[in-house]
């Protein structure tokens, strides 16, 4: 059966800490892989995306992130948080036409 | 400004009141969608449509009726909803599967 994991529910960091976010799939194709981010209150906006070619995709400020399939693994990183990326997020996996399967998301808490 | 706009931001129903929630999108984009947003729980799939057409119903209770006359707006139709119902409902559009959702900022519903 197609699943998205994410494996951490909270994650708090401090500003200007790294940060990785854990996503990992099950899906019998390749899949395309999404990282999505949604504000309190508001819907979810496309952080990147991964369809094909290099393995390490960049999205907006500053995110990138890494599919790995020996691991099935498309981890999100950040090298510096900044106080505005406190958010949920998340992954998710194109399961066929149209059709995704989300992640249950991860709530980033970012210390001052 | 999304690019998929969503009316209304919130709403408070009664269990035998009949109301509607509209999405509305001038993105060109072939695919209209509903999901579901609740607490503690995976995004939920409800009805997605294809050139107007309805191809996924993720075994969605009756009391939700899904519209779409035409690519660019999508309805869901409610009545004599339960207080379970009450989630944030987003709507989101795409193109092709492998391009990403544009989600709408979402209705929150309060069923009373």
């Known amino acids: 059966a197609q699943s998205v994991t994410q494996p951490d529910i909270h994650i708090t960091v401090s500003e200007g800490a790294s940060l990785e976010l854990r996503c990992n799939y099950s899906?019998?194709?390749?899949?395309?892989l999404f990282w999505y981010v949604q504000s309190p209150g508001q819907g979810l906006q496309l952080l990147l995306k991964?369809?094909?070619?290099?393995?390490l995709v960049k999205g907006n400020n500053g995110f990138e992130a890494e599919f790995n399939r020996s691991q099935s693994s498309f981890n999100l990183r950040k090298p510096s948080v900044h106080w505005s990326d406190a958010a949920e997020y998340f992954c998710?996996?194109?399961?066929?036409?149209?059709?995704?399967?989300f992640g249950t998301g991860t709530r980033l808490k970012v210390l001052a | 400004e999304t690019g998929v706009t969503q009316t209304p931001r919130h709403l408070v129903m009664g269990m035998t009141n009949k109301k509607s929630l509209k999405c509305e999108q001038h993105l060109g984009h072939n695919a209209m969608y509903w999901y579901k947003q609740s607490a503690k729980k995976p995004l939920e799939l409800m009805f997605v449509y294809n050139f107007k057409e309805q191809t996924e119903n993720n075994s969605v209770p009756s009391r939700f009726s899904p519209e779409c006359p035409n690519s660019s707006h999508l309805f869901l139709h409610l009545h004599t909803l339960q207080p379970e119902d009450s989630a944030l409902y987003l709507c989101a559009s795409s193109q092709e599967s492998g391009y990403g959702y544009t989600f709408g900022s979402g209705t929150r519903l309060t069923v009373v």
């Open positions: 899906y019998g194709a390749t899949p395309y």
């Open positions: 998710a996996v194109g399961a066929g036409t149209y059709k995704y399967i």
């Open positions: 991964y369809f094909s070619g290099d393995t």
